[in-house]
T-cell receptor
Framework: DAKTTQPTSMDCAEGRAANLPCNHSTISGNEYVYWYRQIHSQGPQYIIHGLKNNETNEMASLIITEDRKSSTLILPHATLRDTAVYYCIVRVSGNTPLVFGKGTRLSVIA | DTGVSQDPRHKITKRGQNVTFRCDPISEHNRLYWYRQTLGQGPEFLTYFQNEAQLEKSRLLSDRFSAERPKGSFSTLEIQRTEQGDSAMYLC????????????FGPGTRLLVL
């Protein structure tokens, strides 16, 4: 079973920052937080991952709380093409399958 | 660098027929995963390979399912005697093993069993 809890759906205005929360209160010290997204009828797309430090790449920023029990994925300037289901996944360091929950359906509205 | 490719993208078959799907991973990725996704659900793990060795199989992988990766490059997933419940999106992902292994997914094969 997935070890994360995410809201079922969220809306965001185009051009605004989209902040997607994820709770992982039972996370272990050696478990990473991964984010993927899935645009309708496509395969999941890797976004970002982190262990305990905040991470940023060209797609998004990942903010992990100090106790590591929750995290937030930030899309700084959401566009219509960011409309997708976003999955937050907790897994031990490499070598394990991904366990997906139902994710958050983000709708970016013009 | 080309991504993960899957073939075919869509397959319609009649119940009882056999189907085979192919996945070509990103070159030099030594790990290859198969997942299945039904409508409204997240992907579920089926099996994975490291090079040509099949290292783990999910309980979802019934006896009618078989996967191979004969030379450690492309992989095939065969479903024998298909059932309507096999209708789903079959996803392939590849990665290079390591502490911060990241899996990259293909576009998927959508199977409809009539």
């Amino acid at each position: 079973d997935a070890k994360t809890t995410q809201p079922t759906s969220m809306d965001c205005a185009e051009g605004r920052a989209a902040n997607l929360p994820c709770n992982h209160s039972t996370i272990s010290g050696n478990e990473y937080v991964y984010w993927y997204r899935q645009i309708h009828s496509q395969g999941p797309q890797y976004i970002i991952h982190g262990l305990k430090n905040n991470e940023t790449n060209e797609m998004a920023s990942l903010i992990i709380t100090e106790d590591r029990k929750s995290s937030t994925l930030i899309l700084p300037h959401a566009t219509l093409r960011d409309t997708a289901v976003y999955y937050c996944i907790v897994r031990v360091s490499g070598n394990t399958p991904l366990v997906f929950g139902k994710g958050t359906r983000l709708s970016v509205i013009a | 660098d080309t991504g993960v490719s899957q073939d075919p993208r869509h397959k319609i078959t009649k119940r009882g027929q056999n189907v085979t799907f192919r996945c070509d991973p990103i070159s030099e990725h030594n790990r290859l995963y198969w997942y299945r996704q039904t409508l409204g659900q997240g992907p579920e793990f089926l099996t994975y390979f490291q090079n040509e060795a099949q290292l783990e199989k999910s309980r979802l992988l019934s006896d009618r399912f078989s996967a191979e990766r004969p030379k450690g490059s492309f992989s095939t997933l065969e479903i024998q005697r298909t059932e309507q419940g096999d209708s789903a999106m079959y996803l392939c992902a590849s990665s290079y093993s390591g502490i911060q292994e990241t899996q990259y997914f293909g576009p998927g094969t959508r199977l409809l069993v009539l």
